[in-house]
């Protein structure tokens, strides 16, 4: 229509994570906004650069030389046997993406963000340790090996404007909730603030030293991410007048090397909680 279009962009994910698209897309809507008003362009909250991108590949380079990374990943991974989905599917064996999308309901999303309030962890653990527990369950066992994906971005001035690949996908192991789910959801927080300090150490370096190969090597097939782009939240750090122009929604379309991939997101535009399967 005369007041509304779509905007499609694509990009091969080796360039760009999720946040830093999210950092694209509302500097393109901002420089749009700005030529409908005559090239006047609000500066407010810019006054900060971007880190470069060279900081990060320098904390890289440092986790790769640290010899406790190495061995932190080798303690996880040391004596677990694989959990993988796809068992029995011949290698080479064709197939096609699939990807099934559904919407959290809104008083369960509450639910859950109720219970993590209670127990002094983010919503984000609960979602993983149901992750978990699901894949343990799934797969027969009691416990299970995930690839989380994890943000390796500088926790520095300016880290948060910089755009680029910050990703990695690192093991991360839990068992089926047998006892109480207060105590799982704690024991995973525990476990992910335990891994940060190693959240930069590559997943090929992990496999390689582990003797694993492929995809997630004989370690894992499916992958969890959560994400919260609030950047992208209209009313993100606006106490004025709205803006001349808005978002409205967003559809989103990827492929990894992992045969299953479960995205819990919360919509910034909706502000409802979505779950996706992606899978081959």
Do not use: C
Request: proline residues 5%; glycine residues 10%; negative net charge.
């Amino acid at each position: 229509s005369e007041d509304r279009f779509t905007l499609s962009i694509s990009f091969h994910h080796a360039v760009l994570d999720g946040w830093s698209v999210a950092l694209i897309i509302g500097q393109i809507r901002a420089a749009y906004e700005a030529g409908l008003a005559g090239g006047r362009t609000d500066t407010t909250g810019q006054e900060r650069a971007p880190l470069p991108y060279s900081a990060y590949v320098l904390l890289e380079q440092q986790a790769l030389a640290g010899r406790e990374h190495s061995a932190f990943w080798a303690s996880v991974v040391g004596g677990r046997s694989a959990t993988r989905i796809a068992q029995g599917v011949p290698a080479g064996t064709e197939t096609r993406p699939v990807s099934a999308d559904r919407v959290v309901p809104a008083e369960v999303a509450a639910a859950l963000r109720t219970f993590a309030d209670a127990h002094g962890v983010p919503v984000k653990s609960v979602y993983l340790t149901l992750h978990l527990h699901a894949l343990a369950r799934l797969t027969g066992r009691r416990d299970a090996l995930t690839g989380a994906v994890v943000n390796g971005r500088p926790e520095v001035d300016g880290g948060e404007l910089t755009s680029g690949l910050f990703l990695n996908t690192v093991p991360f192991a839990g068992t089926a909730v047998e006892t109480g789910w207060g105590d799982a959801v704690r024991e995973t927080f525990t476990a992910e603030q335990r891994m940060l300090a190693h959240r930069r150490y590559p997943l090929s370096e992990i496999l390689r030293e582990t003797r694993q190969d492929g995809a997630g090597g004989d370690l894992f097939d499916t992958v969890f991410n959560f994400t919260d782009f609030h950047v992208l939240d209209p009313a993100r750090g606006r106490d004025a007048a709205p803006p001349e122009v808005t978002i409205a929604g967003a559809v989103y379309f990827e492929q990894t090397n992992f045969p299953f991939v479960v995205h819990v997101a919360r919509d910034a535009f909706t502000r409802q909680m979505t779950l996706t399967v992606n899978h081959d």
